[in-house]
């Protein structure tokens, strides 16, 4: 018996036989990129494979230079490569999973002079202009996409998927967005279909009948000229016709302007889509994008929207997903929570990928947690994001730990981060790290602050006494209407309806949407918001977005002259600015603070004097450490992690990761 039928029964593509429906889905982890790193790389798969995952698919190979994500990026083009990818398959296999290659041709996405399109036409996200592939040009590259399939199958792939969304070259010819070609392979809907169809056709033909060919279909193209419903549709068709043996699905090219993947993308937002592919074909369907539960997956195969679930992201936070699952310690999942921090963002800024929740992920042959050798007794201090992963490896490491926390509950300062809307899912960190605690028998004092008298006995100490907010020297800072964002976030205040907010950092941006937001939002308004229409009536399932009604009036200040916000993420950044301009966030750059008093918040800016007629005025003003304790102790073996080690700059995948890293060295 299984909480989980739908999503652990068995299924057969071609001549494969998986043994459950979830796919680890490709991402790019910058490990493909080296030969030198293959072995990392058939480390980082194999524990997914140990892990459950039905079939893992790989991170994307061009199938010819002009194709390079980057320079010298990660390709399949010769005989040497396949046989170096035996190690790679040879891992996975021996750890009882299946993978499959994914070819992807960047095309205009190609972040090197040398990139090529449908037409000569630059994407606002690339410097680089693509020459126009020539006629002939198109008929080779066609062949390409089968020679990388015929090596794939050569170097022990269980099959390949054929990267046909996300706006990478193969969507670039279908849509008129980017194709205005004029001969076979432009104009018409069937002629921009060409390519694709025929590259499916010469990958069956190169790797026979039986061997999986995937093919990852882009169902809304989110960008104004992309696909209609129905060319999708016909599209799916033809691909069906020339040889594909299941459908993974995408959402949305790399320049649409709708956040598809992040936090505020509601849960398994895309699933309805896919199901009217699902509704239309012949093959197994398989949904993706924003799918980070057991549970959400179960319910979206037992419900018929797709025969299979991809998801990519959730097997970079937790290797066992599918294994906690099938032993019905779902609660146990190291969950997902959409950030985007440690990997796309490492990716999109030419860094190794890794997880915020879990600092191993490809770096599962560096960052080794072994059991020790030499039992000893531990003590956390503080049970934020850094003295959670402390406490929980130690006591994986086998070590005697003891949690202290001067709180009622645990999670510092991610408490107040998972108030703000679109982040409810940091919650389900601390829910994995209280239950990995409760397993795991960590002793846990809660609403108990440790002073060094309580320290004395332990072997080793590791400080993670955090952060405050810092308060910042202003004139009347101590005046009634002068709150610490803590305070508005944890509810102990509730401010008026207007308000003005301090400091446009991280917190600043993410206490201005929380003081925006309207809290009855709901799913659909979130699409309507975004401009994401019905894609039977809308090409690319793009359409007019309706503007969000504020639930205050919120003044957003800095002193920088500088954009506000552009410190954010690399693939999230936009979105967060986006949402304060939606919710008509006003936003003052260049300012000094003047006094705060019962008019208002006093400002200058440009010399001229200014009051902000406001009844809050909500501090966001960065962070200091708390060293209080750490500066007295006098112990042996002491450890400073998290942001009592270092305030600025901190976030989370820093707090996490020295957690980790600082019990490993134990
Ligand atoms: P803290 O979270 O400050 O935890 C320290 C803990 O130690 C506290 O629980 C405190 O009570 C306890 N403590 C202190 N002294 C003692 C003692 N003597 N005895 C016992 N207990 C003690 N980060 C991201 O990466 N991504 C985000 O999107 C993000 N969003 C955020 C949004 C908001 C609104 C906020 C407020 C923060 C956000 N952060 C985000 C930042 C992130 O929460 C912090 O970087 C992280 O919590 C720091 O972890 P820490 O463990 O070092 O410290
Ligand atoms: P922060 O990013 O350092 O921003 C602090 C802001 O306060 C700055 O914008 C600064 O702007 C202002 N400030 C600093 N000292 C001041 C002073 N003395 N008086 C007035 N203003 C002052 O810190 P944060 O917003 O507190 O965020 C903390 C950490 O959490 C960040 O490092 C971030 O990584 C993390 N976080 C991340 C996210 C995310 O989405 N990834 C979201 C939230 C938080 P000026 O100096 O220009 O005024
Ligand atoms: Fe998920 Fe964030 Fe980890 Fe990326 S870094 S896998 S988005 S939790």
Request: charged share 20%.
């Amino acid at each position: 018996m299984t909480s989980y039928p739908h999503l652990l029964e068995p299924i057969t593509l071609g001549n494969l036989t998986l043994r459950n429906r979830v796919v680890m889905g490709s991402m790019h982890t910058g490990l493909e990129d080296y030969p030198w790193d293959i072995d990392k790389l058939g480390a980082y798969f194999a524990e997914r494979a140990r892990g459950g995952a039905g079939l893992i698919v790989t991170g994307g190979y061009a199938p010819n230079k002009r194709g390079w994500l980057k320079p010298f990026a990660s390709e399949m083009t010769t005989r040497l490569q396949a046989i170096r990818h035996q190690r790679v398959t040879g891992a996975v296999h021996e750890a009882g999973g299946a993978i499959a290659l994914q070819i992807l041709h960047a095309g205009r996405y190609g972040y090197h002079p040398f990139s090529v399109g449908a037409s000569s036409i630059r994407s606002p996200i690339t410097p680089f202009s693509p020459s126009a592939l020539s006629t002939k040009a198109v008929d080779k590259t066609a062949s390409d996409f089968a020679n990388a399939a015929r090596l794939a199958q050569k170097a022990g792939y269980d099959g390949v998927e054929i990267m046909g969304s996300e706006g990478y070259l193969i969507n670039q010819f279908l849509a008129t967005r980017t194709n205005h070609r004029t001969d076979r392979w432009g104009g018409s809907a069937r002629n921009r279909m060409r390519f694709p169809v025929e590259i499916v056709r010469r990958t069956r033909e190169a790797v026979g009948e039986g061997f999986p060919i995937m093919y990852r279909i882009s169902l809304l193209d989110l960008v104004e000229g992309g696909q209609t419903w129905d060319e999708v549709v016909e599209l799916a068709g033809k691909l069906e016709e020339a040889g594909v043996t299941v459908f993974n699905t995408g959402i949305g090219w790399h320049e649409a302007r709708v956040p598809t993947i992040i936090t505020q993308v509601p849960r398994a937002a895309w699933a309805s889509v896919t199901a009217r592919l699902t509704e239309v074909v012949d093959v197994p369907v398989c949904a993706s994008n924003r799918i980070n539960t057991p549970e959400l997956a179960e319910e979206i195969i037992a419900s018929g929207q797709a025969d299979m679930v991809s998801m990519a992201r959730p097997f970079l936070a937790d290797p066992a997903f599918v294994a906690k699952a099938l032993d019905d310690r779902a609660d146990e999942i190291n969950t997902c929570i959409a950030c985007n921090q440690a990997c796309l963002d490492h990716t999109f800024s030419n860094r190794r990928a890794s997880c915020l929740v879990n600092p191993r992920a490809c770096h599962e042959t560096e960052l080794v947690l072994m059991p020790t050798l030499r039992p000893a007794t531990v003590a956390v201090v503080g049970a934020g994001p850094a003295g959670l992963a402390a406490a929980v490896n130690a006591a994986e490491r086998g070590f005697t730990t003891t949690l202290f926390e001067k709180h009622a509950e645990l999670g510092g300062q991610f408490r107040l981060a998972m108030q703000v809307p679109g982040k409810e899912d940091f919650a389900d960190t601390l829910r994995y790290f209280t239950r990995r605690l409760e397993v795991l028998g960590v002793d846990v004092r809660t609403s108990t602050e440790a002073l060094a008298a309580d320290l004395a006995a332990y072997d080793h100490v590791v400080v993670a006494s955090g952060v405050v907010p810092r308060i910042p020297v202003i004139e009347g800072i101590d005046h009634p209407k002068a709150v610490s964002y803590a305070a508005v976030l944890d509810g102990s205040v509730t401010v008026g309806k207007r308000v003005a907010v301090i400091g446009a950092g991280g917190i600043g941006v993410d206490v201005s949407h929380f003081l925006a937001h309207d809290p009855s939002e709901t799913v659909e308004d979130w699409y309507a918001h975004w401009g994401v229409g019905d894609p039977t009536l809308n090409p690319g399932g793009l359409t007019e977005a309706k503007p969000r009604t504020p639930a205050r009036d919120v003044t957003l200040v800095q002193r920088k002259a500088t954009p506000i916000g552009i410190g954010l993420g690399k693939t999230s950044g936009w979105a967060h600015r986006a949402v304060l301009k939606q919710s008509g966030v006003t936003q003052v750059i260049g300012a000094t603070y003047d006094r705060i008093d019962d008019a208002g918040l006093h400002i200058t800016v440009d010399g001229t004097p200014r009051v902000l007629d406001v009844g809050h005025v909500v501090i966001c003003a960065g962070q200091e450490s708390v060293r209080d304790l750490y500066d007295v102790l006098d112990h042996r073996s002491v450890h400073l992690i998290g942001g009592a080690d270092v305030a600025a700059e901190l976030d989370a995948k820093r707090a996490i990761k020295q957690g980790t890293e600082v019990v490993a060295a134990l």
